[in-house]
């Protein structure tokens, strides 16, 4: 940045290192505030992380990872053998004091204030890129059917109904499917698969 936003004489010129979903809406926020805007990237736009990720604007990521049903998971997750959480033991090793910290928070006194607040962060977020692709005509990319989880076990199942009373807590709409319901709507998803 080569200016201060506080200073009228100034031309207000700044560089955005990073075209995916963040380094695009930083640029954007920051044309629509007059700012000069160079916007770089060594691979191209959205094809880092942003690739990757499947575009998801999702209204229910508001549970962090480190949530209180994480100490149940936890024998699980150490063995390094679920899509869930995969790890290298010796970087862990050397992240020993980063990792208590990051399961010190996985307690219902943080996890509560957490979830609201991120809750806030997603819906403003959400509401802001709707804006944005109605102004930029973009809007026809945005397809606003929701999302399917699925569970392998009954007990995956049973586990996940916490977060379903989070949803309810939060106003996100969420449906339970039976394996009749799903097979009607998605009939290329089958059983043990």
């Known amino acids: 940045m080569t200016t201060s936003p506080n200073d009228p ?31 770089y990237d060594s691979i191209g736009p959205g094809a880092g992380t942003s690739g990757g ?9 508001f549970i962090p990872f480190n949530n209180p049903t994480l100490w149940m998971q936890l024998p699980a997750l150490m063995g390094n053998r679920t899509p869930k959480l995969r790890y290298v033991p010796s970087y862990v090793a050397t992240r020993a004091g980063r990792l208590a910290r ?10 509560e204030p957490t979830t609201r607040a991120l809750h806030g962060l997603i819906e403003h977020s959400r509401q802001l890129h709707r804006q944005w692709m109605q ?5 026809f990319l945005r397809r606003d059917l929701g999302w399917l989880m699925l569970y ?3 007990q995956a199942q049973a586990g996940a109904h916490w977060a379903s009373d989070l949803y309810g ?14 097979t009607e709507l998605e009939p290329a998803i089958r059983s043990g698969v």
């Open 152 to 154: 392998r076990s009954v």
């Open 102 to 111: 990051f399961l010190g928070h996985a307690r219902r006194a943080e996890f």
């Open 9 to 39: 004489s100034s031309p207000r010129t700044v560089a955005v290192f990073g075209a995916g979903m963040v380094g695009v809406s930083c640029a954007w926020a920051l044309r629509m505030r007059g700012w000069q805007v160079s916007l």
């Open 135 to 139: 102004m930029s005509a973009s809007e």
């Open 169 to 182: 807590q939060f106003g996100i709409a969420h449906q339970w499917l039976s394996a009749r319901e799903l």
């Open 53 to 61: 990720n499947a575009g998801l604007l999702a209204g229910s990521s």
